[in-house]
C-alpha cells in the first residue's frame, strides 16, 4: 500500500507530475474522488471519467483526509504545517490503548458488543493490524475490479445512447441535490456509496484529518442538506460494506465514530472543485493563497524536451527552496489539452525578506498633510474631473522602507492585502530573474528571461484582477483592473483627465509616469494648437488679399510672364498664372504670422521643459519616490551580465567582490554596433537620395504627360507636375521609412544584447541611443532635404547642376519650397500617426482573436483566469520604449519644422487624445499585466528632449530664413519698393530673372521654335545685356545678408527667454519642499518613538519613572549651571 505523498508505478513524468509545494500544497496536488463525485458528472459516465484520472496520475485513492500528502520542498515554511500534523498524530497513537478497550455505544445490542470483544480478544495487538492491513489491501482490490467492470458497462452504454466529449463533465453526489446537481434516489446512494470508498484503515495512523478549503459559498442550511445523508454513509463500516465485506462492522464500531467525526470536518472544509471556482478567481485551489505569477509551458518531443524538463524541474525546485509556493496545473485541464501552467504564491516571509532587500515603502501613519484645495478654476473644470474615490483610490501615508525585523511599525491590518499585487509580482519577478536552473558548458544559468528565450517556458506573467467589463465576486479583491477600463479606458472618456494613482497602483510607477508625461504633454499641446490655429485661420482670411497672389494669377501679369522649362528637352516653357492655386495655398503657412508662430514655439517648449520639471518633482513627493535610487532597480545588474563574466572584481564602494567583464572583450562588440548603425544610417541616406532620383525622373513624365493630354487642363489649375510629384514621392518616402524601421527595429535589440551591458539602466540608454539616431534620420531626413537643401543649389538656365552628371537638380515653386516642407512633413507625420494607431489596436486584437480560436477546442471545460491572461498578447519589455521612442519623434515634428506647418500642433493633439485611450484600452483589455517596476522620471529622453528643444530653435529659424519666403518680401518691402501706395506691388517681377532663351545649351532647350526669346527663372541674377550677366546682383547678396540677421537675432531673443524662464522657474515648486521636509521630519519622528518605546520595553523601564528621572538630572544641572554663575 501506497504511503501518502508518494506516487504509484503510473505517475507521468516530470512535467505531468503532482507535486507539492509549501505547507499546504500537498493536500491539493492529487485530486480525491470525493471531489471528482462532487463536480457534477453527465449521467454515465462519472465512473469511467473519475477514476481515470487518478489512475493516470498514479495516485491511491486517498483516505478520509484525502489527497496526497508530501513534506515540503520549501524548508521552513512547511515546518509549522509538519509539527502541528505530528503533535495530532501523537494524541491519537496514545489514546489509541483507550479507543481499543472503550465498549460500544449505547445504542448497540449485546450481541454486537460481543462480537467484537471476541474478536479483539482473538486478534490481540499487532497481529489484529497486520490483519486489518492485509484485508483493507484484498478490499481494494475486490472494489477496483468492481469498478473497472461497471466502468466497461458505462462504456457500453454510453456507446450505444449518446456521444460524450473528450472531457465531460461531473455531477455531483446526492448531498448537494438541493443545489441542483443529482436528481435521482439511485444516482445519491451510488454517490455517497463512492464518497467513502476512500476511508484508509491504518494503525497507527487511523484517521489523519486534512483541512481543505473551498472558495464556493456554503451556508448553515446547505450544511445541514449535505450532512444527514452523506455522515450516515461515511463511516469504516459503511467503507467495508461497501465493498462487500460486512463480517467485520462489528470489530470496527468504535473505529467508525471516530471517522464519522473526521468525516464530517473534512466534509465541511471540503477541498476546492474545479468546476465549481469562479473563472477570475485568482487564488490556489485551497482558495486562500492568491496567484502573484504564473508561467507556462508546452511538453513537446523535440530532441531537447528532456533537457527542458530537467530544467523546469531544478528551476521549480529552487524556487521552492527560496519559499515560493507552486501548484501545478495538469495539461489536462487546459483549454487547448497541451498546456502546462505553474502558479506561483508567495507567503508572507518572502514577501517580508524581499520587500526589505529592494527598499520597498510602505505605510506607517496616516499622512496629516491635506491634499491641494480646489483653486476657482478647478470649478470651471469640473466636467473633466473624475470622482474623488477614482482620483485618490487611497488615503495618503507616511512611508519607511520596510523592514522584517520592525513589522510592528507598519500599519498591518491584513497579511494578505498588505503588499499591493503590482508590489507581490515585482517581488516575485525579482526572485524569478535571479533563480538558477542547472550549469551547463561549464557556466551557472539562471533567471527566467534565459529560459523564456529558450521556451523551456512559453510565458511568464503575472494575473489581472478580474474581468475588464465586470466587478470581482468575493472573495477576490477589489477589481482595479474594471474600474481602468470604466474611468480611463474608454473613448467616450477622451476629455476626462486620468486616473494617475490608479494606474501606478496597479502597473507600477515606471509605466505610471508615462501616462503622466504624455496626459501633460498633450494639454500643454493644447495652447501651442490653439496659437497655430489663429495662424492658420489668419493665412486663410488674408490669403485673397495677398499682393504676390493675386499679381501671380493676373492674366496680364502672371499670364504674360513665360517661365523656363523645369526639365530639359521634355518639358516646355509654361506661364507663370498656371500656378496661381498654389501659391495660394502656399500663403496660408508662409505669411507674416510665421516668424510669431517660430518664436513663439521656441518658447513654448522651454516653458513645456521646465514646467514637466515641476511636475515630476510633484510626481515624486506624490508617488513616495523622493529618496527613490537607481541603484534599487535600474543599476542592478542584469542576470545575463552576470552568467557571461568570468572575472571578479572589488567594488570600490561595497568592497565586495562583483561581476566583471574587462574592456578588450567588448571592443569588438562596441565596434560592430558602431558599424551596424552606421551602414543602416547610409542605408536610410541612399534610400532619400532613391527617392530624388524617383522625383527627378518622374517628373518629366508628369510635365509631358500634362502638356499633351487636353483632359487634365481642369487638373492642371490645381495638380502642377510640381505637386504631383512632391505628392507621390512623400508616400513613396513614407512606405520606405516603414520598411526600413521594421528591420532596423530587430536589429538594435540584438546589437545591444550583444554588447552585454551590466546593468538594466546602461541596456536602456544604449538601445535608445541606437533606435533614435536611426529614427531621427528616418523620419526627419527627408524633411531636412525639402527645407535646407532644395532649390539651393539648382543653377541657373544654361549652367544647371546635376546629380550623378545625369538627373537636373530640383527646382522650387516660384513661391518657394514651404508648400512641398509642409506637403512632406503632413503626410509623414499623419501617416505615422495614423499607421501607429491602427497597429496598435488591430494588431494585438486580431493575435487574441486568433489565439482564442484556437485554444477553445473544449468549450465543457473552465476557462480559467491564468488561461485567459495566457491567450492575451505581452506587451513585453520594450513595449514602454517604443511609446517614448514614438512621442518623441512626434514632439520633432511638432517643434523643429512647425514654422512650415502651424497646424502641427493640432494634428498632435487630435492623435495624442485618441492615443491615451488606445493605450490603456489594449493595456487593460489585450495585454497581459504587466511586470510593476519604479521609476522617478522618464529618463534618457529627458535630455534628448532637451537636445531637440535647442534644435528645433535653430532649424524653425533656418526655415523662416531660407525656406519662406518672408525675409526677400521684408527686403524688396523696404529697400527696393517704388510704390508707396501698395509697398508690395511689383515683387513678384523683381523675383524672377531674365534668361536669353538663345543662351540655351542644344541638349537642354525644348525643340521647336518660339515667339519669345526670353524666360523667367526663381533667382537673383544680372540679366543678359549687363556686362556681368547671370551673375548674382547686389540685391541677392542684401537678401542673403537679411536671412543670416535673421537667423542670429532669432537664436539669441528665444534662448535669452529660455535661459531667463528656465532661471525663473523652479525646478522643485516651494510647497513641494516644505511637504518633502514635513514628511521627512514626520517619518523621522515616529521612527524614533518606535525605537525608543522598543528599547524601554527591552529594558524594562517604567516611563513614568524614566521621566520623572530625567527631570530630576535636569534640575540638577540647572542648579549646578545658576551655582557657577553666581560665583
Known amino acids: 500500500m501506497e504511503q501518502a505523498g508518494q506516487q504509484g508505478p503510473g505517475s507521468a513524468g516530470p512535467e505531468e507530475r503532482q507535486e507539492a509545494a509549501g505547507p499546504e500544497q500537498g493536500q491539493e496536488a492529487a485530486c480525491p474522488e470525493e471531489v471528482r463525485e462532487a463536480a457534477g458528472r453527465e449521467e454515465g459516465g462519472e465512473a469511467a471519467e473519475g477514476w481515470s484520472r487518478e489512475e493516470e496520475a498514479g495516485v491511491e485513492p486517498a483516505g478520509p483526509g484525502g489527497?496526497?500528502?508530501?513534506?515540503?520542498?520549501?524548508?521552513?515554511?512547511?515546518?509549522?504545517?509538519?509539527?502541528?500534523?505530528?503533535?495530532?498524530?501523537?494524541?491519537?497513537?496514545?489514546?489509541?490503548?483507550?479507543?481499543?478497550?472503550?465498549?460500544?455505544?449505547?445504542?448497540?445490542?449485546?450481541?454486537?458488543?460481543?462480537?467484537?470483544?471476541?474478536?479483539?480478544?482473538?486478534?490481540?495487538?499487532?497481529?489484529?493490524?497486520?490483519?486489518?492491513?492485509?484485508?483493507?489491501?484484498?478490499?481494494?482490490?475486490?472494489?477496483?475490479?468492481?469498478?473497472?467492470?461497471?466502468?466497461?458497462?458505462?462504456?457500453?452504454?454510453?456507446?450505444?445512447?449518446?456521444?460524450?466529449?473528450?472531457?465531460?463533465?461531473?455531477?455531483?453526489?446526492?448531498?448537494?441535490?438541493?443545489?441542483?446537481?443529482?436528481?435521482?434516489?439511485?444516482?445519491?446512494?451510488?454517490a455517497c456509496r463512492r464518497k467513502t470508498s476512500h476511508l484508509e484503515v491504518q494503525q497507527p495512523q487511523l484517521w489523519r484529518p486534512t483541512v481543505r478549503f473551498s472558495i464556493c459559498p456554503t451556508s448553515p442550511r446547505a450544511s445541514q442538506q449535505l450532512l444527514p445523508c452523506c455522515l450516515s454513509s461515511s463511516t469504516a463500516i459503511k467503507e467495508l460494506a461497501t465493498m462487500g465485506d460486512p463480517d467485520l462492522l462489528e470489530v470496527l464500531a468504535e473505529e467508525g465514530k471516530i471517522a464519522n467525526k473526521?468525516?464530517?470536518?473534512?466534509?465541511?472544509?471540503?477541498?476546492?472543485?474545479?468546476?465549481?471556482?469562479?473563472?477570475?478567481?485568482?487564488?490556489?485551489?485551497?482558495?486562500?493563497?492568491?496567484?502573484?505569477?504564473?508561467?507556462?509551458?508546452?511538453?513537446?518531443?523535440?530532441?531537447?524536451s528532456e533537457l527542458k524538463a530537467e530544467r523546469r524541474k531544478e528551476f521549480e525546485n529552487n524556487l521552492r527552496k527560496t519559499g515560493l509556493e507552486l501548484e501545478i496545473e495538469?495539461?489536462?485541464?487546459?483549454?487547448?489539452?497541451?498546456?502546462?501552467?505553474?502558479?506561483?504564491?508567495?507567503?508572507?516571509?518572502?514577501?517580508?525578506?524581499?520587500?526589505?532587500?529592494?527598499g520597498i515603502k510602505m505605510p506607517i501613519k496616516e499622512s496629516d498633510i491635506p491634499r491641494p484645495k480646489h483653486t476657482p478654476i478647478s470649478y470651471v473644470l469640473g466636467p473633466v474631473r473624475l470622482p474623488q474615490n477614482v482620483k485618490y483610490p487611497h488615503p495618503e501615508y507616511f512611508t519607511a522602507q520596510f523592514s522584517r525585523h520592525r513589522q510592528e511599525l507598519f500599519l498591518i491590518e491584513d497579511q494578505a492585502t498588505f503588499f499591493p499585487s503590482s508590489?507581490?509580482?515585482?517581488?516575485?519577478?525579482?526572485?524569478?530573474?535571479?533563480?538558477?536552473?542547472?550549469?551547463?558548458?561549464?557556466?551557472?544559468?539562471?533567471?527566467?528571461?534565459?529560459?523564456?528565450?529558450?521556451?523551456?517556458?512559453?510565458?511568464?506573467?503575472?494575473?489581472?484582477?478580474?474581468?475588464?467589463?465586470?466587478?470581482?465576486?468575493?472573495?477576490?479583491?477589489?477589481?482595479?483592473?474594471?474600474?481602468?477600463?470604466?474611468?480611463?479606458?474608454?473613448?467616450?472618456?477622451?476629455?476626462?483627465?486620468?486616473?494617475?494613482?490608479?494606474?501606478?497602483?496597479?502597473?507600477?510607477?515606471?509605466?505610471?509616469?508615462?501616462?503622466?508625461?504624455?496626459?501633460?504633454?498633450?494639454?500643454?499641446?493644447?495652447?501651442?494648437?490653439?496659437?497655430?490655429?489663429?495662424?492658420?485661420?489668419?493665412?486663410?482670411?488674408?490669403?485673397?488679399?495677398n499682393t504676390s497672389s493675386t499679381e501671380i494669377c493676373d492674366p496680364e501679369i502672371g499670364g504674360q510672364m513665360i517661365m523656363c522649362p523645369l526639365c530639359d528637352q521634355v518639358c516646355d516653357y509654361w506661364r507663370l498664372n498656371s500656378t496661381c492655386l498654389a501659391s495660394k495655398f502656399s500663403h496660408l503657412f508662409d505669411n507674416e504670422s510665421t516668424v510669431f508662430f517660430a518664436i513663439f514655439m521656441g518658447i513654448w517648449v522651454t516653458l513645456f521643459l521646465e514646467f514637466w520639471k515641476q511636475r515630476q518633482a510633484r510626481l515624486e513627493y506624490e508617488w513616495d519616490l523622493v529618496d527613490f535610487e537607481e541603484e534599487q532597480q535600474q543599476l542592478q545588474l542584469r542576470p545575463e551580465f552576470e552568467a557571461m563574466c568570468k572575472h571578479r572584481k572589488l567594488n570600490a564602494v561595497t568592497k565586495e567582490m562583483e561581476p566583471y567583464m574587462p574592456l578588450y572583450t567588448r571592443i569588438p562588440w562596441y565596434f560592430f554596433s558602431g558599424a551596424t548603425v552606421t551602414l543602416w544610417m547610409s542605408l536610410v541616406i541612399a534610400s532619400m537620395v532613391a527617392v530624388i532620383v524617383y522625383r527627378l525622373s518622374v517628373f518629366a513624365t508628369f510635365a509631358s504627360f500634362m502638356e499633351s493630354d487636353a483632359s487634365l487642363k481642369q487638373v492642371k489649375s490645381f495638380l502642377t507636375p510640381q505637386i504631383a510629384t512632391s505628392l507621390t514621392g512623400s508616400c513613396l518616402n513614407f512606405i520606405v521609412i516603414l520598411i526600413l524601421n521594421f528591420f532596423y527595429e530587430r536589429i538594435s535589440a540584438w546589437i545591444t544584447k550583444m554588447e552585454i551591458p551590466r546593468t538594466y539602466q546602461e541596456y536602456e540608454s544604449s538601445l535608445t541611443l541606437k533606435m533614435f539616431l536611426f529614427q531621427f534620420v528616418n523620419?526627419?531626413?527627408?524633411?531636412?532635404?525639402?527645407?535646407?537643401?532644395?532649390?539651393?543649389f539648382v543653377g541657373y538656365p544654361g549652367g544647371y547642376t546635376y546629380l550623378f552628371n545625369e538627373w537636373r537638380g530640383e527646382e522650387c515653386d516660384p513661391g518657394g519650397c514651404l508648400i512641398e516642407l509642409t506637403t512632406q512633413l503632413t503626410i509623414i507625420m499623419t501617416g505615422k500617426q495614423i499607421f501607429g494607431n491602427i497597429k496598435e489596436a488591430i494588431y494585438p486584437l486580431a493575435l487574441n482573436w486568433w489565439r482564442r480560436r484556437k485554444a477553445r477546442t473544449n468549450s465543457e471545460k473552465l476557462y480559467s483566469r491564468w488561461e485567459q491572461d495566457h491567450d492575451l498578447e505581452s506587451f513585453g519589455p520594450l513595449g514602454l520604449f517604443y511609446e517614448y521612442l514614438e512621442t518623441v519623434i512626434q514632439f520633432g515634428f511638432v517643434t523643429l519644422f512647425v514654422a512650415s506647418f502651424p497646424l502641427a500642433p493640432l494634428l498632435a493633439l487630435i492623435n495624442n487624445i485618441v492615443e491615451i485611450r488606445v493605450d490603456a484600452w489594449k493595456l487593460?483589455?489585450?495585454?497581459?499585466?504587466?511586470?510593476?517596476?519604479?521609476?522617478?522620471?522618464?529618463?534618457?529622453?529627458?535630455?534628448?528632449?532637451?537636445?531637440?528643444?535647442?534644435?528645433?530653435?535653430?532649424?524653425?529659424?533656418?526655415?523662416?530664413?531660407?525656406?519662406?519666403?518672408?525675409?526677400?518680401?521684408?527686403?524688396?518691402?523696404?529697400?527696393?519698393?517704388?510704390?508707396?501706395?501698395?509697398p508690395m506691388r511689383g515683387y513678384v517681377n523683381n523675383s524672377l530673372s531674365v534668361f536669353l532663351i538663345a543662351d540655351f545649351p542644344n541638349h537642354t532647350a525644348p525643340s521647336g521654335k518660339r515667339d519669345f526669346i526670353t524666360c523667367r527663372y526663381r533667382d537673383y541674377r544680372h540679366p543678359p545685356d549687363d556686362e556681368n550677366k547671370y551673375f548674382h546682383n547686389m540685391q541677392f547678396w542684401h537678401v542673403l545678408a537679411a536671412k543670416m540677421t535673421f537667423i542670429i537675432v532669432m537664436e539669441h531673443v528665444v534662448f535669452l527667454v529660455k535661459f531667463l524662464l528656465a532661471w525663473m522657474i523652479p525646478d522643485v515648486p516651494k510647497h513641494v519642499v516644505e511637504r518633502i521636509k514635513r514628511e521627512k521630519l514626520m517619518t523621522i519622528k515616529i521612527l524614533h518613538d518606535f525605537e525608543l518605546n522598543k528599547l524601554k520595553e527591552n529594558l524594562g523601564i517604567n516611563s513614568d519613572e524614566l521621566a520623572k528621572h530625567v527631570m530630576i538630572e535636569e534640575n540638577k544641572a540647572q542648579l549646578a549651571k545658576s551655582t557657577v554663575y553666581s560665583s
Open 330 to 358: 495538469d495539461k489536462r485541464d487546459s483549454e487547448d489539452g497541451r498546456t502546462y501552467f505553474v502558479k506561483i504564491h508567495a507567503p508572507w516571509e518572502v514577501l517580508v525578506t524581499y520587500a526589505e532587500v529592494l
Open 779 to 792: 523620419f526627419y531626413s527627408a524633411c531636412f532635404y525639402v527645407a535646407f537643401f532644395k532649390g539651393k
Open 67 to 190: 489527497g496526497e500528502m508530501a513534506a515540503s520542498e520549501g524548508g521552513a515554511p512547511a515546518a509549522p504545517a509538519i509539527w502541528r500534523r505530528g503533535k495530532r498524530r501523537g494524541n491519537r497513537e496514545g489514546a489509541k490503548g483507550k479507543e481499543k478497550l472503550r465498549e460500544g455505544s449505547s445504542g448497540k445490542d449485546p450481541g454486537e458488543r460481543r462480537g467484537e470483544r471476541r474478536l479483539r480478544d482473538w486478534l490481540p495487538g499487532r497481529h489484529r493490524d497486520r490483519y486489518l492491513e492485509k484485508y483493507w489491501e484484498g478490499a481494494q482490490e475486490r472494489y477496483w475490479e468492481r469498478v473497472v467492470k461497471r466502468r466497461a458497462k458505462l462504456s457500453e452504454q454510453v456507446g450505444e445512447d449518446r456521444v460524450v466529449g473528450k472531457y465531460p463533465l461531473e455531477k455531483k453526489p446526492r448531498c448537494l441535490r438541493r443545489l441542483g446537481t443529482v436528481e435521482t434516489e439511485e444516482e445519491e446512494e451510488e
Open 262 to 304: 473526521v468525516i464530517d470536518y473534512s466534509f465541511q472544509m471540503s477541498e476546492f472543485q474545479k468546476n465549481q471556482q469562479s473563472k477570475d478567481s485568482i487564488f490556489f485551489r485551497d482558495g486562500i493563497r492568491q496567484i502573484d505569477f504564473v508561467l507556462s509551458y508546452v511538453d513537446d518531443i523535440k530532441k531537447d
Open 924 to 982: 487593460t483589455t489585450q495585454y497581459r499585466r504587466t511586470v510593476a517596476s519604479k521609476a522617478h522620471s522618464i529618463g534618457v529622453w529627458q535630455d534628448i528632449l532637451y537636445g531637440m528643444a535647442v534644435l528645433s530653435v535653430a532649424t524653425n529659424a533656418f526655415i523662416v530664413a531660407f525656406t519662406s519666403d518672408i525675409i526677400p518680401r521684408l527686403v524688396y518691402y523696404y529697400a527696393y519698393s517704388t510704390n508707396t501706395t501698395q
Open 423 to 545: 508590489s507581490r509580482n515585482r517581488i516575485v519577478y525579482y526572485i524569478l530573474s535571479r533563480c538558477p536552473f542547472g550549469i551547463e558548458d561549464g557556466k551557472k544559468r539562471f533567471g527566467i528571461e534565459r529560459l523564456l528565450t529558450s521556451n523551456t517556458y512559453s510565458s511568464a506573467y503575472p494575473l489581472h484582477d478580474g474581468q475588464y467589463w465586470k466587478p470581482s465576486e468575493p472573495p477576490n479583491p477589489t477589481n482595479e483592473r474594471y474600474i481602468l477600463h470604466k474611468n480611463w479606458a474608454r473613448f467616450s472618456y477622451f476629455y476626462k483627465e486620468q486616473p494617475l494613482d490608479l494606474i501606478k497602483n496597479y502597473y507600477g510607477e515606471k509605466i505610471g509616469i508615462y501616462f503622466v508625461f504624455l496626459g501633460y504633454y498633450t494639454e500643454m499641446l493644447f495652447f501651442a494648437a490653439v496659437v497655430g490655429l489663429a495662424c492658420f485661420i489668419y493665412g486663410l482670411l488674408s490669403m485673397d488679399h
